[in-house]
């Protein structure tokens, strides 16, 4: 059974440049979570949906992300224009109930560096 | 002051020693609490989810003490595979989102 599937894997792009990551859940999971990881900062959650509306966007940093899930399979999260600061690894996870409820899986990540 | 804190560590421990570590969170209303681990530069995978009563998962104990606001995870006779970064999660109520701390970092030597 395929988990949860994110690309690409690593993405290296010039600041300025518009940066776009998938994100494709386990089948039959509700629930669609987008996380950045920084040495930094840790593990921050950035945004995450139910049912394809998104529930919680407090983690996007700024106008320059933005996600959508057009259907229960797919999920984008994009950002334009993109920064030096950007540079982390960009988690999609998904989960049948909310968080708390229910094991979230995570995808093997997308490791991007902005140059 | 951060949601869930954790010590770093390197906890460098030999194979089959023991090794605990805590995790204290600030609110004293959350609800649900788990341990992920972390391997190096994969994602996170729930390790186990932490009981009130405290719970046991082969060589792995958790605990949960709610009047002091922390979590503990022992592991007993540390294998070679139990080196990684593990996660201290917390969950303020249900359907709010997850509070993950740094990690603390395991590695057993041979």
């Known amino acids: 059974d395929a988990g949860v599937i994110q690309s690409p894997r690593h993405e290296v792009t010039e600041m300025g440049q518009e940066v776009t990551l998938r994100c494709k859940p386990i089948?039959?999971?509700?629930?669609l979570f987008w996380y950045r990881q920084t040495m930094m900062r840790g593990l921050e959650l950035l945004i995450y949906?139910?049912?394809?509306?998104?529930?919680?966007d407090s983690g996007m940093p700024e106008d320059r992300f933005s996600a959508k899930m057009p259907n229960a399979s797919f999920s984008t999260l994009k950002i334009q224009p993109s920064e030096p600061r950007d540079s982390a690894v960009y988690f999609c996870?998904?989960?049948?109930?909310?968080?708390?409820?229910?094991?979230?899986?995570f995808g093997p990540g997308t490791r991007l560096t902005v140059l | 002051r951060k949601e869930v804190e954790q010590d770093p560590g390197p906890f460098n421990v030999p194979e089959g020693a023991t090794v605990a570590f805590n995790c204290t969170y600030s609110?004293?209303?959350?609800?649900?609490f788990f341990w992920y681990r972390q391997d190096c530069r994969k994602e996170p995978k729930l390790l186990m989810s932490?009981?009130?009563s405290g719970n046991e998962d082969g060589r792995f104990t958790a605990q949960l003490n709610r009047a002091s606001q922390y979590i503990s995870l022992l592991i007993r006779d540390s294998k070679l595979s139990d080196s990684a970064t593990y996660l201290c999660?917390?969950?303020?109520?249900?359907?709010?989102?997850?509070?993950f701390g740094a990690g603390t970092t395991v590695t057993v030597r041979a």
């Open positions: 996870a998904s989960s049948l109930g909310g968080p708390g409820t229910d094991t979230q899986y």
């Open positions: 089948s039959g999971h509700d629930y």
């Open positions: 949906f139910n049912n394809n509306v998104p529930i919680d």
């Open positions: 609110n004293s209303a959350s609800q649900s």
């Open positions: 932490v009981y009130s």
């Open positions: 999660v917390v969950n303020e109520q249900p359907d709010y989102k997850l509070s």
